[in-house]
């Protein structure tokens, strides 16, 4: 009897064959590996990027692209994303995808947001 390797059931495989973890951004609602999108939390009000995924909170996931974000404000987004009421400041946020932006049309290297 052959046997069939086994296959991952959704996502990108990574380095050792596996599947990467799958999340949605929240602005363009694309399923996309979860390397490919930044983290986002919320503290006192303020979107606040968290690269690294260490912060403690329910998170969020969007593309880092002005685009994505401009969707997920216009869609108001967030706030049923964190689960909370009121509207939520991300000037922060903005200010750092595009400043990435302008760096990724300098050609310079991207540092994280």
Do not use: W
Not at 16 to 44: F, H, Q
Not at 45 to 62: C, F, Y
Request: glycine residues 10%; proline residues 9%; hydrophobic residues 40%.
């Amino acid at each position: 009897m052959r046997q069939v390797p086994p296959t991952p059931r959704r996502g990108r495989l990574g380095s050792r064959g596996l599947a990467a973890p799958i999340r949605m951004c929240v602005g363009c609602r694309v399923r996309t590996a979860k390397s490919d999108l930044l983290r986002l939390v919320v503290i006192e009000n303020v979107l606040v990027p968290d690269p690294r995924g260490r912060l403690p909170g329910r998170g969020a996931h969007l593309h880092p692209d002005l685009g994505c974000l401009e969707l997920a404000e216009r869609r108001r987004a967030f706030p049923r994303a964190f689960r909370l009421a009121g509207p939520l400041d991300g000037t922060m946020l903005r200010d750092g995808l595009a400043a990435r932006a302008a760096q990724q049309q300098d050609g310079r290297t991207v540092s994280d947001v």
